[in-house]
């Protein structure tokens, strides 16, 4: 059972590109988040997004930044002439529909590097 | 005043040491006190969950809350070098709602054999 997949997990931009990052739940979950972590901060929540709906996007910014689960394949974080702020590791977590703290798996992440 | 505040470290500690590791809050709504370990370039895992304050151990881990004091812990006995990670701690108001939780900035740890 593989676990939550996200790519690329290595991502340079230069400054005003975008940058799309994608996460394939685990198999079985409905429910995907993500999260943004800084160097030497923790994990601060983005959004949270069921199939074809965004339930909270209270920790995503509003400019630039968007996000997707379409019915049909993995989970879009798009983020739009990305900044050198923009430089972090973005991770996915998914959890099923009825999963509490202990079912709740991340990805390994996706570092966004921009130069 | 952040919400979690959590030890900053790094921490180094020989191989077969207890380690304890310490996070603070200040939103008294914290009910479920997780315990995640992040491998270097990777993501976090679960290591444990406690509900309201209490003990709980699972091998050569235990997990304890003091809500009144707004602290938790995490005790790591007889440690190996394979447990050398950043540890951190996460806190939630809700039962499933991961946009609830709110995680500490971590605490690096090192086991030296």
């Known amino acids: 059972n593989a676990g939550v997949m996200q790519n690329p997990r290595h991502l340079v931009r230069r400054r005003g590109q975008e940058a799309r990052l994608r996460c394939s739940p685990m198999?079985?979950?409905?429910?995907v988040y993500w999260y943004r972590q800084l160097p030497e901060e923790g994990l601060k929540f983005m959004v949270y997004?069921?199939?074809?709906?965004?339930?909270?996007e209270s920790g995503m910014p509003k400019e630039r930044f968007s996000a997707e689960f379409p019915k049909e394949g993995p989970s879009i974080l798009r983020i739009q002439q990305v900044v050198r702020g923009d430089s972090a590791a973005y991770f996915c977590?998914?959890?099923?529909?009825?999963?509490?703290?202990?079912?709740?798996?991340f990805g390994e992440g996706s570092r966004l590097t921009v130069l | 005043q952040k919400e979690v505040e959590q030890d900053p470290g790094p921490l180094s500690v020989p191989e077969g040491a207890i380690v304890s590791l310490n996070c603070t809050y200040s939103?008294?709504?914290?009910?479920?006190f997780m315990w995640y370990r992040q491998y270097s370039r990777k993501g976090p895992e679960l290591l444990m969950y406690?509900?309201?304050?209490g003990n709980k151990e699972d091998g050569r881990f235990t997990a304890q809350v003091d809500k009144s004091s707004k602290y938790i812990s995490l005790f790591i006995r007889d440690s190996q070098p394979s447990d050398s990670a950043t540890y951190l701690c996460?806190?939630?108001?809700?039962?499933?709602?991961?946009?609830?939780?709110?995680f500490g900035p971590g605490t690096r740890l090192s086991v030296l054999p």
């Open positions: 977590a998914s959890s099923p529909s009825t999963g509490g703290p202990g079912e709740l798996f």
């Open positions: 198999k079985g979950h409905s429910h």
């Open positions: 997004l069921q199939k074809e709906n965004i339930i909270d």
């Open positions: 939103n008294s709504a914290f009910q479920y």
């Open positions: 406690t509900y309201s304050s």
């Open positions: 996460a806190m939630s108001d809700h039962y499933n709602y991961g946009q609830n939780f709110v």
